[in-house]
């Protein structure tokens, strides 16, 4: 079975309108990528569900070779269609296999794509696949919730979320323990109609995230509080992680 999430397979054409993060969002996440991508090895760049190519296509046109994997045939066709497009080399998989050929300098999910790989054996083979496809020195980027974060804002209810078309869009998140998930709810009203999407997550501590990654033979080399560069701290709701393969291994 496909692991391509209901809202990329049934409403890629809309899912820029309505899922878009703010542009300052994406400005930071490409900044803060080439930024570490300039301290990396020379290589290509490869993003693990790049979607429709919010971050990739602003980072080609900075000049890097970015590569992508997804699972959903179209998100990867509105990706080919955009300005750009043609200059990055896809591959339609399960982005937890890092099946794409090449070694890179740095590979990246954003926009909280880790975590919605299922289990805690899928997050590990990621990590695994990936360290075997970076070059020495070569960097892992990922971005999640701060599980306690996440907890508290599960109680506040439904929240609005800015869309990019205007279409009002309200979040609601439950989180269960027990089974390490939570799930977003959301409603999205578009042209008098509504529609629900519901995405579930797999979440995981940080500390559990850096066990995984030394399992892959790769280290913590630096955690943001988020896109912006930010330190992370006690009152960090979201982190950036980024992991290194020693450059001896
Ligand atoms: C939330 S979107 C983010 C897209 C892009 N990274 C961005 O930041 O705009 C997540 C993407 O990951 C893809 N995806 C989710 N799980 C996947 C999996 N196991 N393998 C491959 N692609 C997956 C979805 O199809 C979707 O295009």
């Known amino acids: 079975m496909s692991p391509a999430p209901g809202y990329a ?3 890629a054409e809309r899912y820029d309108d309505w899922f878009t993060p703010p542009p300052q969002t994406t400005d930071a ?4 990528l080439a930024k570490l991508a300039a301290d990396a090895p020379d290589g290509p760049l490869l993003e693990l569900g790049i979607g429709t190519g919010r971050v990739a296509l602003p980072l080609a046109a900075r ?3 970015v590569h992508g994997i997804d ?3 179209t998100m990867l066709d509105r990706l080919r269609a955009k300005t750009g497009g043609e200059r990055i080399n896809v591959s339609t998989g399960d ?7 090449g070694n890179f300098a740095v590979i990246y999910v954003a926009n909280g794509t880790f975590s919605e790989l299922p289990t805690q054996e899928a997050q590990l083979r990621c990590f695994a696949r990936a360290g075997q496809r970076l070059l020495p020195g070569g960097l892992f980027v990922l971005d999640a919730h701060v599980p306690e974060a996440l907890a508290t ?3 506040t209810g439904a929240q609005p979320v800015e869309s990019a078309s205007g279409a009002p869009v309200l979040r609601t998140r439950r989180i269960h323990p027990a089974t390490q998930r939570y799930v977003s709810d ?22 559990e ?5 030394a399992s892959a033979g790769l280290r913590l080399r630096e955690r943001f509080g988020g896109w912006s560069g930010a330190p992370f701290s006690d009152r960090s709701s979201y982190h950036v992680s980024v992991y290194e393969l020693p450059a001896s291994a």
């Open 9 to 11: 397979t049934d409403f």
């Open 29 to 32: 996440t490409v900044t803060l």
């Open 63 to 65: 000049g890097y070779e």
């Open 71 to 73: 699972a959903a045939k």
């Open 95 to 101: 982005f937890a296999e890092v099946d794409h050929d």
């Open 153 to 155: 804002d599960c109680l």
């Open 186 to 207: 959301y409603l999205v009203l578009d042209h008098g109609l509504f529609q629900h999407i519901k995405v579930t997550f797999r979440y995981a501590s940080p500390g």
């Open 209 to 213: 995230l850096d066990l995984m990654a």
